[in-house]
């Protein structure tokens, strides 16, 4: 029988890597990773290699079912350059030390996107909604924009064995949510990325763009969409002490520490990270309990748990890579002096 992979990778565009995907016809396939064989791609119209040596390598990393498909994978790759060693655009190669002690859940914020008003669902031709209110966890047709699409890839998400736990109507008119978690920063991201794969390909069927830009609205009284990145390992999840998150977070307070993160929270995060619509300013860094203004969150569970639990980084944005948000929180939580 005939099985179609779809191997999937992320390009070497900058600042920001956008996916891209091919087909893989397979005959008697497994269905198990490692019967994914490696494959290759021309790089040079991907911004990763010169056309005079265009080669790059797909290794595959993740697989789960293609519900979309007859006889169907998706096939989450690394890149690797023509030597064999991980290409510079892969960021899942920086995920040290992958032990699965590290648990993430990533909420994804994104726009749905007209493309022939070049505005969000939801928005009248020529002119703006009513202001933010109604729209969060909104139900009814004057509020809530899109759900057809939403729905349709909640189910799909699940159906393909991703960990979605949850989604939600954000702020901003035809602003949506979904959760994703998962004990292991690569998994958590391969999941992110195919989640993300799923989502821009239903897309295509009802004409509508996803937009990933942290500030699609610019400088108006409009949320920004970010990637909030919730993160434990063994220590936090147990510490039973509030001195040993203060020195965890402090680890986090270096200027050149703040420069390293913002540095992989998304491109255009100074647009969004303002002191406003719920962010702490990109100059800052800040932490406190509950606090939707601060650069990181306790959340109130960590501390109704006798500071046992986990913290929420508020600063990636919705076109981060999850990959090297992951690294470089497991970087930094793991250079705390406790
Ligand atoms: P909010 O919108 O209030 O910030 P959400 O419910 O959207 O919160 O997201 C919270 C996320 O925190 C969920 O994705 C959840 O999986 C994640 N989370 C919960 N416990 C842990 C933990 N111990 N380690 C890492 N992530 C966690
Ligand atoms: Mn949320
Ligand atoms: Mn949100
Ligand atoms: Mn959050």
């Not at 500071?307 to 919705?318: F, K, M, Q, T, V």
Request: glycine share 10%; aromatic share 12%; hydrophobic share 35%.
């Amino acid at each position: 029988m005939a099985t179609k992979l779809e191997y999937i990778w992320l390009d070497g565009y900058k600042p920001t890597q956008s996916l891209r995907s091919k087909t893989k016809i397979e005959s008697d396939f497994s269905g198990k990773l490692e019967d994914c064989p490696l494959w290759s791609f021309d790089g040079s119209s991907t911004e990763q290699a010169p056309g005079g040596s265009s080669d790059c390598i797909l290794k595959p990393v993740y697989i789960c079912a293609d519900p979309q498909r007859k006889d169907a994978f998706l096939v989450m790759c690394e890149v690797l350059d023509s030597t064999g060693a991980a290409h510079e655009s892969n960021g899942r190669a920086l995920i040290q030390d992958d032990d699965n002690d590290f648990w993430f859940g990533f909420e994804q914020e994104y726009f749905l996107w007209d493309p022939k008003t070049n505005k969000p669902l939801g928005f009248p031709e020529g002119g703006y909604p009513g202001p933010q209110g109604p729209y969060y966890c909104s139900v009814g047709a004057n509020n809530a924009f899109g759900r057809e699409i939403v729905e349709e890839h909640l189910d799909v998400c699940l159906e393909a064995g991703l960990n979605v736990e949850g989604i939600n109507a954000e702020v901003a008119a035809g602003q949506w949510e979904f959760q994703i978690f998962a004990k292991g920063a690569k998994e958590a991201g391969d999941q992110i990325w195919v989640a993300r794969y799923l989502l821009e390909r239903i897309g295509e069927s009802y004409g509508v763009s996803i937009n990933w830009h942290c500030k699609p609205l610019g400088a108006l009284d409009w949320n920004g969409s970010g990637m909030h990145a919730n993160f434990s390992n063994t220590l936090l999840r147990t510490a039973a002490s509030q001195a040993t998150y203060t020195k965890i977070l402090e680890a986090f307070r270096p200027a050149e520490v703040v420069a390293e993160h913002i540095a992989v929270y998304g491109a255009d995060n100074h647009l969004r990270l303002t002191g406003k619509h719920e962010t702490a300013s990109i100059n800052d860094y800040s932490y406190g309990v509950s606090d939707r203004g601060a650069s990181i969150r306790i959340p109130l569970y960590t501390v109704q748990k006798g500071w046992s639990g986990y913290l929420e980084d508020r600063r990636p944005n919705s076109a981060a890579d999850p990959y090297k948000v992951a690294a470089v929180i497991i970087k930094t939580v793991k250079s705390a002096k406790l």
